[in-house]
């Protein structure tokens, strides 16, 4: 018989795993290799060839006379989806309608009444963050739960505090920065996208996040996660392949990465983009 799982990791280098097709055949060779592998595979591509996941909704209210710039290409650059609104009561429609994730209320040039306004959008039971003017002209005591964000703020600074009122996933959940990882559902959110890891897939991230900031040797990560005590090439391949995955999800740009990074002639590294000074090696 022939062997296809020795041709895929034979043939699949981190180079040629630049595009989807490439990456779902590297899921079919951990289903092959599973041994009970027909009924995983089927699963697998129905999860992987469907269409991508709908990105996370945000309510964005403004008013018509906002005194800043609109905060929407801000959270769309990041990758959410924004309904952007100019009134109250289309505020309330599309918070039935489309039932978003959170509720960004930009009140610094609202006109109308925001305390009856604010009270309804959190009868919704919705995370709600209210954008404030940099001198509001009057001070109001906000509906338990509302967070505020005063002017100014950067750009960083308030995708930060959207980020943090995203609903929290089931399960236990490692963090690092925006990165989310829900080891039971092997489900990655990064900022505003969201991904499902193939078993294999989902071990090396969970071993990389909880060895934040260490430099984790090739060895070290093989017998974490493949429990093959070897150096073998075609091994140490079929490790480069997963990191060039999980380079699709955690960075922005996976060919010039800041956070999963390759430290020479040792291993890979998960972290804050690294200042200089000495490293923690393990394995």
């Known amino acids: ?12 280098t981190p180079e040629s795993c630049s595009s989807r097709k490439t990456i779902v055949l590297l899921g079919l060779l951990e289903m092959i290799e599973s041994g009970d592998w027909l009924d995983s595979a089927t699963i697998y591509l129905s999860e992987n060839l469907a ?8 309510l964005l209210i403004e008013g018509i006379r906002r005194t800043g710039e609109s905060m929407q290409p801000v959270l769309e650059k990041k990758g959410f989806r924004v309904i952007r609104v100019t009134s109250g009561k289309e505020a309330l429609s599309r918070v039935k309608s489309q039932r978003p994730a959170v509720i960004v209320f930009d009140v610094s040039a ?13 009868d919704a039971g919705l995370p709600m963050l209210v954008l404030l003017a940099e001198r509001p002209a009057t001070l109001m005591e906000w509906p338990e739960g509302v967070v505020t964000l005063a002017r100014p703020f950067t750009a960083r600074k308030f995708i930060n505090c959207v980020t943090r009122l995203l609903p929290e996933q089931d399960g236990d959940v490692l963090r690092l920065n925006d990165i989310q990882f829900n080891i039971q559902h092997r489900h990655v959110r990064k900022g505003a996208a969201d991904h499902r890891l193939t078993p294999m ?7 990389f996040m909880r060895h934040p900031g260490e430099t984790l040797s090739r060895h070290y990560l093989i017998k974490q996660v493949w429990k093959w005590n070897t150096d073998d090439l075609d091994d140490t391949r079929t490790l480069d392949v997963h990191v060039r995955w999980l380079r699709e999800i955690v960075e922005d740009d996976p060919n010039a990465p800041v956070y999963l990074t390759t430290v020479r002639g040792v291993g890979y590294r998960l972290g804050l983009p690294e200042k200089p000074g000495g490293v923690k090696v393990t394995g």
């Open 110 to 122: 609202w006109r109308g009444n925001l305390a009856r306004l604010c009270a309804s959008l959190r």
């Open 1 to 12: 018989m022939f062997d296809y799982a020795a041709f895929l990791r034979y043939n699949l």
């Open 51 to 58: 269409k991508p996941a709908s990105p996370v909704v945000i």
């Open 201 to 207: 897939q989902a071990k090396l991230l969970e071993v």
